[in-house]
């Protein structure tokens, strides 16, 4: 592990351009369930009838209860050392941008200043008529699916629901950004959801050093990792980053 973390430091320390994507194992640690998994929110509640746009089309009351009672389960969450982790590297220079699936906002609260949501942010709704975007109040929610001040249409969380299309903004600027680095963090995914997934391998072909942070190997271990830190991340990337400022002399 010793030997593994200094590679990756070094990585880092001579990177011009390092991305990191990050999943839900990011947030785990924050204890934000995950959507998948033995234990995940779609066991519970299954996906066709709570994460589907035509769920929320079909039965938006039901669906808007769902996302209720979850952001009010999730709402006092705060960073993990993990999230604080990259944005230190933000601070140091050694961190472009940091592309997550999550939608809790954690990356922005520990300081992260470039982030690109990959499927939205649970701390917004969006109408589906005009776009507009307006805050996720918790203290002020209504029991029924609320309507848009502006055109009176339906507004849903803004996260990207089975069904609908990743923003191309959000597809096309994490793409570009995956294909410029020369290094890239992979913390808390599983390479199983795309096409975030196609990220790390996008940025494997560009010739980038690819550094893994996941608690157990994945497919991305497998065929593209070079330096693959075991465990949970809210304790080898804070170790990772104490290593980087070592070689910096920060």
Not at 117 to 145: I, S
Request: proline share 5%; glycine share 6%; net charge negative.
């Amino acid at each position: 592990m010793a030997a593994t973390l200094e590679q990756a430091a070094r990585a880092l320390s001579d990177a011009k351009n390092v991305v990191a994507v990050t999943g839900a194992g990011v947030s785990e640690e924050s204890g934000i369930p995950t959507f998948r998994g033995d234990h995940g929110i779609w066991v519970k509640y299954p996906i066709e009838e709570f994460g589907t746009i035509d769920a929320y089309l079909n039965d938006a009351n039901r669906v808007w209860a769902f996302w209720c009672e979850l952001s009010e389960l999730v709402k006092d969450c705060r960073p993990n050392p993990a999230h604080y982790a990259l944005a230190e590297l933000e601070g140091i220079d050694r961190m472009e941008t940091v592309i997550t699936q999550n939608v809790d906002n954690l990356h922005q609260e520990a300081g992260s200043t470039s982030v690109i949501e990959y499927h939205g942010n649970a701390r917004h709704l969006v109408c589906l008529q005009c776009r507009k975007r307006a805050p996720f109040d918790l203290d002020n929610r209504t029991k029924l699916a609320p309507k848009c001040v502006e055109c009176d249409g339906l507004l849903k969380p803004d996260v990207v629901m089975f069904g609908e299309t990743i923003p191309n903004y959000a597809l096309f600027e994490a793409s570009a950004r995956a294909q410029k680095c020369d290094v890239m963090i992979v913390v808390g995914t599983s390479a199983q959801v795309f096409p975030a997934a196609e990220l790390p391998f996008a940025a494997k072909e560009r010739g980038a050093f690819i550094i893994e942070c996941n608690r157990e190997p994945t497919d991305f271990t497998r065929l593209i990792t070079d330096a693959f830190l075991e465990g949970p991340a809210g304790e080898t990337l804070p170790e990772l980053v104490t290593l980087v400022k070592a070689e910096l002399a920060i």
